[in-house]
């Protein structure tokens, strides 16, 4: 069972490009969750996202940050018009659905560097 | 020892030493709480968990110790070997909140 994937694990932009970060979660979880992590910091939660809606996004920025979670496919999230503000580590988690309360893996990161 | 630079707070053991990580967490309505190690480049590892009606469990070398009293957690590495070295974080959250809370996050760096 493959675990949660991230990508591009790397992500180079120059300001005012979009950055789109992909997360395919673990097979047979159905909620997503996304971190950011500054370096030498903790992680700090973004949005929680089940197929097709948007739970809780109260950990993200109200402009520019948008993400989804369609039917098929990975969970998107999209930065436009990145700042240097914005480089960091962006976390992918997701949970299976009906297990117990968050019990949430891991991906392995996408490295956003905005020049 | 342990040691506060300008970002992480650092403790440095020997090997074979055990190692005591602690953590101050904020909610006191919080009743889950999960240790996660991160290695450099990768993403948060589950290691431990324990929920607010126990004071302690234990799994293969660490153990978690849970003061609500003083809202305090500390992760106990038995034989730390240089494998351990990576920056640990413990997090929190309460049921049905679904997003975890993580602390700032310890350095451990084991010597041979």
Known sequence: NAGVMQNPRHLVRRRGQEA????????????????????EEGLKFMVYLQKENIIDESGMPKERFSAEFPKEGPSILRIQQV??????????????????NNEQFFGPGTRLTVL | GESV??????LSVQEGDNSIINCAYSNSASDYFIW?????????????????????????RVTVLLN?????????????????????????????????????????????
């Open chain 1, 20 to 39: 789109r970060l992909r997360c395919s979660p673990m097979k047979g979880h159905s909620h997503v969750y996304w971190y950011r992590q500054l370096p």
């Open chain 1, 83 to 100: 700042v240097r503000g914005d480089s960091a580590a962006y976390f992918c988690a997701s949970s299976p659905t009906g297990s117990r």
């Open chain 2, 36 to 60: 996660y190690k991160q290695e450099s480049g990768k993403g948060p590892q589950f290691i431990i968990d324990i929920r607010s009606n126990m004071d302690k469990r234990q799994g293969q």
């Open chain 2, 68 to 112: 609500k009293t003083v809202k305090h957690l500390s992760l106990q590495i038995a034989a730390t070997q240089p494998g351990d070295s990576a920056v640990y974080f413990c997090a929190e959250t309460y049921s049905g909140y679904n997003k975890l809370i993580f602390g700032a996050g310890t350095r451990l760096a084991v010597h041979p």
């Open chain 2, 5 to 10: 630079g300008l970002h992480l707070p650092t």
